[in-house]
């Protein structure tokens, strides 16, 4: 079955790199997203990544993508308080008539200054 | 400026009560969504429309009903049969052109049952 996993919290200091990991089960899967969630508040779109990639970079952000273990991880560079939020990682997966996103269940990230 | 419009952000219920959350958006997209948040789990799909006057069932659809009269609205009705509907509920809205597929979310509704 479809299935995304990711651990639940991440602390890190203020200026340290934060790496959240993610593996997922949908070989097919075209795309995979990582959605960021402040509190009290909606999931908004950080980043995504095809899966011929093997690493997208966008900023302090660099997406890195293993198919053969089917996991995915998020950098953050040089993380600041306002990096504190869930972040979710997400997979677009194929079912019969077409496709819908599956979601982990989402890593709490703790910024400490 | 394009987004989703959800609301009320807080909803108290008492049991045996039917509660609507509204969902609106402006994007012009034809696809929305109903998601549930509990802590430390995923997001989960309540009910799925791709296009007006037309939904699916999601994977948690018991307790719940949706209407798709309109592109921009898409109401959820969390009924008395929902168990357990303490819960934070997020609406989104895709547009099935982008290949990239990704879902815009809502600032979601959290109801709260008394």
């Known amino acids: 079955g479809e299935d995304v996993e990711q651990s639940l919290f991440l602390s890190v200091r203020e200026g340290d790199s934060s790496v959240i990991n993610c593996t997922y089960t949908?070989?097919?899967?075209?795309?995979l997203y990582w959605y960021k969630q402040e509190p009290g508040a909606g999931l908004q779109l950080l980043t995504y990544i095809f899966s011929n990639m093997d690493m997208k970079q966008d900023q302090r952000l660099t997406v890195l993508l293993n198919k053969k273990d089917k996991h995915l991880s998020l950098r953050i560079a040089d993380t600041q308080t306002g990096d504190s939020a869930i972040y979710f990682c997400?997979?677009?997966?194929?079912?019969?008539?077409?496709?819908?996103?599956?979601f982990g269940a989402g890593t709490r990230l703790f910024v400490k200054a | 400026d394009g987004g989703i419009t959800q609301s009320p952000k807080y909803l108290f219920r008492k049991e045996g009560q039917n509660v609507t959350l509204s969902c609106e958006q402006n994007?012009?997209?034809?696809?929305m969504y109903w998601y549930r948040q509990d802590p430390g789990q995923g997001l989960r799909l309540i009910y799925y429309?791709?296009?007006?006057?037309?939904?699916q069932k999601g994977d948690i659809a018991e307790g719940y009903s949706v209407s798709r009269e309109k592109k921009e609205s898409f109401p959820l009705t969390v009924t008395s049969a929902q168990k357990n509907p303490t819960a934070f509920y997020l609406c989104a809205s895709r547009d099935p052109l982008r290949v990239t597929g990704e879902l815009f979310f809502g600032e979601g509704s959290r109801l709260t049952v008394l």
């Open positions: 429309s791709q296009i007006v006057n037309d939904f």
């Open positions: 994007l012009n997209h034809d696809a």
């Open positions: 949908d070989s097919s899967s075209t795309y």
């Open positions: 997400a997979e677009r997966s194929s079912y019969t008539g077409g496709f819908k996103t599956i």
